[in-house]
T-cell receptor, first 113, second 112 residues
Framework: ETGVTQTPRHLVMGMTNKKSLKCEQHLGHNAMYWYKQSAKKPLELMFV???????ENNSVPSRFSPECPNSSHLFLHLHTLQPEDSALYLC????????????FGPGTRLTVL | QQQVKQSPQSLIVQKGGISIINCAYE??????FPWYQQFPGKGPALLIAIRPDVSEKKEGRFTISFNKSAKQFSLHIMDSQPGDSATYFCAASSSNTGKLIFGQGTTLQVKP
């Protein structure tokens, strides 16, 4: 266990559904991240939060909407997704954003039908 | 300039052999170079990391070699074991942004 948990572990949704991914870290970190991992591609950084403030939005489509209510929790709200959005979504946390080890959760395997 | 290029894409090594994975970068502002290991069904986990003030770092059977002038770094796994079979990612970041840029990953299979 890395101290970062994600729920659900697997999610199948239709293109018209609305769902949310949840991440929780128990490490006392103050930075949290969302990554997308697709087959044969590098991990893609989607969003960065530092002290609950979004500091990076890496040109992610608006159908992905992050929320960070406090430094321990991070959500990714999903709506009207496309089949190409099917991927493993990873959450990570670190102590600050600069040059520190990021601890990853196990990910949510998302399938969009 | 933000890319990190990783090779090979896949690697098969016999038990006891040496596994070598290479990465190259362009951005000279990068000053933190970690390697992550990912098993199926798990998220990536930090394996070993290096900063450019040293040319080599060793932790057990895992060694990072760093060549600042060539802008390359590599992971060597000595005495490779079947339990090392996983996907390995190199990454790089700069202190300015802290943003990790990942390589494409190498799938390592160690045959018994």
């Amino acid at each position: 266990e890395t101290g970062v948990t994600q729920t659900p572990r697997h999610l199948v949704m239709g293109m018209t559904n609305k769902k949310s991914l949840k991440c929780e870290q128990h490490l006392g970190h103050n930075a949290m991240y969302w990554y997308k991992q697709s087959a044969k591609k590098p991990l893609e950084l989607m969003f960065v939060y530092s002290l609950e403030e979004r500091v990076e939005n890496n040109s992610v489509p608006s159908r992905f909407s992050p929320e960070c209510p406090n430094s321990s929790h991070l959500f990714l709200h999903l709506h009207t997704l496309q089949p190409e959005d099917s991927a493993l979504y990873l959450c990570a946390s670190s102590q600050w954003t600069s040059g520190n080890e990021q601890f990853f959760g196990p990910g949510t395997r998302l399938t969009v039908l | 300039q933000q890319q990190v290029k990783q090779s090979p894409q896949s690697l098969i090594v016999q038990k006891g052999g040496i596994s070598i994975i290479n990465c190259a970068y362009e951005n000279t502002a990068f000053d933190y170079f970690p390697w992550y290991q990912q098993f199926p069904g798990k998220g990536p986990a930090l394996l070993i990391a290096i900063r450019p003030d040293v040319s080599e770092k060793k932790e057990g059977r895992f060694t990072i070699s760093f060549n600042k002038s060539a802008k390359q770094f590599s992971l060597h796994i000595m005495d490779s074991q079947p339990g090392d079979s996983a996907t390995y990612f190199c990454a790089a970041s700069s202190s300015n942004t802290g943003k990790l840029i990942f390589g494409q990953g190498t799938t390592l299979q160690v045959k018994p």
